[in-house]
């Protein structure tokens, strides 16, 4: 019998996000999404079947900590509702081999705990529900879909670092994240503004992680993120782009050790360190500290910032769009981040983007800027559709 619905699984270092598809011939339709919150201390369930209003959450209890435990609570649970015919998930780093969605065995798996080192803080969490599915359903297909895969087709100068070919060789390279909510808004696009979509575009994912993809004809061209997901735009707590002699500095002259170096990098820096108030933007935007102003106003110049870089590596602009938390809900980072782009042919229109439109800029407006929500999920869900129907 042919597959039918796809459980799409997206795992963190706190928490199991998940989304229940039916393969229809239009494409993959939700049917259920939810998530488990802290899962290694106290496991949260919440869940929203089709347009139903949430479930009320469900506090598992100790017996159900870790990933495992959680998984297979979920499996039980989504069970009662629909077969679960295949598996895709979000894995953060493909390395240089996997530049595609794959089909996971044993193998696949080991090449995937290989590339640990290169996302230390991420790929452990994606690989969790991975290892724990194999044992708890064996024989059900699995796919991987990676977050760096969208960003393959980069060229040379934008994959490399200016460092000794062995470096690159080893795999120190810039691979580039949030590939799928690029993909997913390029394909977006294509439906909204076809032109557009066929153009060069800037795409800024703005949620707690951030970053943006210079985007030509709906191939990536160039991205914000290096390595790791530390680099480029200031994040919620993560610093972003820095001087590398920060780091020797920090080692060298302040002691610090290699684990407090990556907690500031991480965790302590971006919004929340900023402003000592909160890695949160909407209580930055309530706020009436000046630290408060002053972590936004770091953000949008780094944005802005970007977008002539991204230009640069397009060879011009044709328009832009915003997706994820902050791109989607803030029309002040949006509003802010536009009214100083005028040189590059943004002319904002203030009631739309206040009005959280799709097109939020004027009709005069040189090129246009749009807002469009992401869906990284439906995309891993399109990708295992694809993979099965080819099989
Ligand atoms: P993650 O990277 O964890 O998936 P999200 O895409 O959920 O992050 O984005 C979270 C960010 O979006 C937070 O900074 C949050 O404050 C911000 N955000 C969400 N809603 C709003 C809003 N209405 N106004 C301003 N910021 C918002």
């Given at each position: 019998m042919k597959p039918q619905n796809i459980a799409v699984l997206n795992a963190g270092s706190s928490s199991l996000?998940?989304?229940?598809?039916?393969?229809?011939?239009?494409?993959?339709?939700?049917?259920?999404?939810?998530?488990?919150?802290?899962?290694?201390?106290?496991?949260?369930?919440?869940a929203r079947i089709g347009s139903d209003p949430k479930e009320p959450d469900q506090l598992l209890g100790s017996?159900?900590?870790?990933?495992?435990?959680?998984?297979?609570?979920?499996?039980?649970?989504?069970?009662?509702?629909?077969?679960v015919d295949a598996a895709g998930h979000r894995v953060v780093h493909g390395g240089i081999h996997y530049s595609q969605p794959v089909i996971l065995d044993a193998?696949?798996?080991?090449?995937?705990?290989?590339?640990?080192?290169?996302?230390?803080?991420?790929?452990?969490?994606?690989?969790?529900?991975?290892?724990?599915?194999?044992?708890?359903?064996?024989?059900?297909t699995q796919v991987a879909c990676f977050d760096t895969a969208f960003h393959a087709t980069k060229r040379q100068e934008a994959q490399c670092f200016p460092l000794p070919a062995t470096l690159t060789d080893?795999?120190?390279?810039?691979?580039?994240?949030?590939?799928?909510?690029?993909?997913?808004?390029?394909?977006?696009?294509?439906?909204?503004?076809?032109?557009?979509?066929?153009?060069?575009?800037?795409?800024?994912?703005?949620g707690n992680g951030a970053s943006m993809c210079a985007i030509d004809n709906g191939k990536c061209v160039d991205s914000t993120m290096g390595m790791t997901a530390a680099d480029g735009l200031p994040m919620g707590t993560r610093s972003g782009t820095l001087d590398p002699g920060v780091l020797l500095y920090m080692a060298r002259e302040l002691n610090m050790s290699l684990d407090s170096i990556e907690d500031v990098l991480y965790r302590q820096s971006g919004l929340k360190g900023i402003?000592?108030?909160?890695?949160?933007?909407?209580?930055?935007?309530?706020?009436?500290?000046?630290?408060?102003?002053?972590?936004i106003a770091l953000m949008v110049y780094r944005i802005q910032q970007y977008f002539g870089a991204l230009t640069a590596s397009l060879g011009g602009l044709d328009g832009a769009v915003f997706?994820?938390?902050?791109?989607?809900?803030?029309?002040?980072?949006?509003?802010?981040?536009?009214?100083?782009?005028?040189?590059?042919g943004f002319e904002l229109d203030d009631v739309a983007n206040t009005q959280h439109a799709t097109r939020i800029t004027t009709r005069?407006?040189?090129?246009?800027?749009?807002?469009?929500?992401?869906?990284?999920?439906?995309?891993?869900?399109?990708?295992?559709?694809?993979?099965l129907d080819t099989r």
């Open positions: 996000k998940f989304s229940l598809f039916e393969l229809t011939p239009k494409g993959p339709l939700r049917r259920i999404r939810g998530q488990i919150a802290e899962i290694t201390s106290n496991p949260v369930f919440s017996n159900h900590v870790g990933h495992h435990r959680c998984l297979k609570f979920l499996l039980a649970w989504l069970e009662q509702h629909a077969r193998a696949v798996i080991t090449a995937l705990e290989a590339l640990i080192p290169l996302a230390p803080l991420h790929q452990p969490h994606n690989l969790e529900p991975i290892r724990a599915l194999a044992t708890l359903h064996p024989g059900l080893a795999g120190v390279r810039r691979y580039g994240f949030h590939g799928l909510s690029y993909e997913y808004i390029a394909m977006k696009l294509k439906e909204l503004d076809p032109e557009l979509a066929r153009g060069r575009v800037v795409v800024a994912h703005l402003s000592g108030i909160s890695h949160d933007m909407r209580q930055l935007e309530q706020s009436d500290h000046p630290k408060a102003a002053q972590a997706t994820a938390g902050i791109g989607e809900n803030s029309s002040l980072i949006r509003r802010k981040t536009l009214q100083g782009l005028h040189w590059l005069q407006s040189k090129i246009p800027a749009y807002v469009l929500p992401t869906d990284e999920d439906l995309m891993i869900a399109h990708h295992v559709q694809e993979i």
